[in-house]
């Protein structure tokens, strides 16, 4: 049976044209946004997070951008429970709501639920990511290979982020990560309707070298380095700004550091198209067939 409510979610890789959709869209149906994205949600982070501009927030408003600061933990539970409560104030006033972002995990979350992970505290935390800082990305790879060899077979391999959380549980509980994995899916209260966008690989990452080389102008370096004695938080472990703190570090040059943000982007992109490939719910455009994808959204939510 259909149900009353419908969240449309448009997603795909970073920079290909998520937010500027998603804003024509909400203004369309006459509703508002739920960011799904992990890094917009921070209040001190700004320029390397390509947060939906003033004139857009204006716009449409947008539920889990700058709701948070970096000093909170956050995380894809966390984010589910926010997202449920933001979507059921949205559903009282209209019966569809958009949710868009790149973040592969929320999403998961927001449409099936997540399983409960064990706490972990502090010193495990900054245990691994002070090592992580010292010796790198292959002292995560190497840990988890000897101590967690079942995940790793699986894992994503180059992602930082997911390998410290899995190395984080087994350090904490002694169990891998996949033992906390139920994979029961929650049954949700609204219809969903999934859209991908995606563009030619050249074309996609000549938009992403060209968005990088705008945040230079707008001065991420600076940004960053407001940022830097914040380092070894969780929401700084990421593209963009993890760079700039290896140059304040005197660990690589100016250039190694923009040409790395642009690599470690492109990267990032990679996975996130890999992430949403593998779910067949997701109907695929290219960015600028509008019309297409308000004629598909009009026709699904009839």
Not at 21 to 32: D, G, H, K, P, R
Not at 148 to 170: G, S
Not at 176 to 205: Q, T, W
Request: hydrophobic share 35%.
């Amino acid at each position: 049976m259909k149900k009353k409510n419908t969240l449309i979610i448009i997603s795909g890789p970073t920079a290909v044209g998520k937010t500027a959709l998603s804003v024509e869209i909400a203004q369309y149906f006459n509703t508002e946004i739920l960011s799904a994205d992990s890094r917009q949600c921070f209040k001190e982070l700004n320029i390397g997070v390509a947060k939906p501009n003033d004139e857009q927030l204006k716009l449409v408003h947008h539920y889990f951008i700058n709701s948070h600061s970096i000093f909170n933990e956050v995380n894809a539970g966390i984010y589910e429970q926010y997202a449920l409560e933001s979507l059921a104030g949205i559903f009282s006033k209209n019966k569809i709501a958009i949710a868009v972002g790149g973040t592969g995990l929320y999403i998961k979350a927001l449409c099936e639920g997540v399983d409960e992970m064990p706490a972990i505290s502090s010193t495990t935390r900054n245990f691994i990511i002070k090592n992580y800082e010292e010796k790198g990305l292959e002292w995560l790879q190497n840990e988890l290979q000897i101590k967690d060899p079942l995940f790793w077979k699986n894992a994503e391999q180059q992602n930082p982020q997911r390998l410290m959380r899995a190395l984080e549980v087994i350090e904490q509980t002694g169990k891998s990560i996949l033992a906390f994995r139920k994979g029961n899916k929650a049954e949700r209260d609204f219809n969903i309707i999934k859209v991908a966008l995606d563009s030619p690989r050249e074309e996609l990452y000549n938009t992403i070298n060209k968005r990088v080389d705008l945040m230079i102008s707008e001065d991420l370096e600076e940004e960053a380095k407001g940022l830097y004695i914040y380092r070894t938080l969780n929401a700084l472990q990421t593209v963009g700004y993890s760079e700039w703190f290896d140059y304040f570090d005197n660990k690589i040059s100016y250039q190694e550091a923009v040409d790395k943000i642009k690599i470690n982007t492109r990267h990032y992109a990679k996975r996130q198209l890999t992430w949403f490939r593998k779910d067949k719910d997701f109907h695929w455009f290219q960015p600028y067939e509008k019309e297409n994808i308000l004629s598909f959204l009009k026709s699904s939510v009839e």
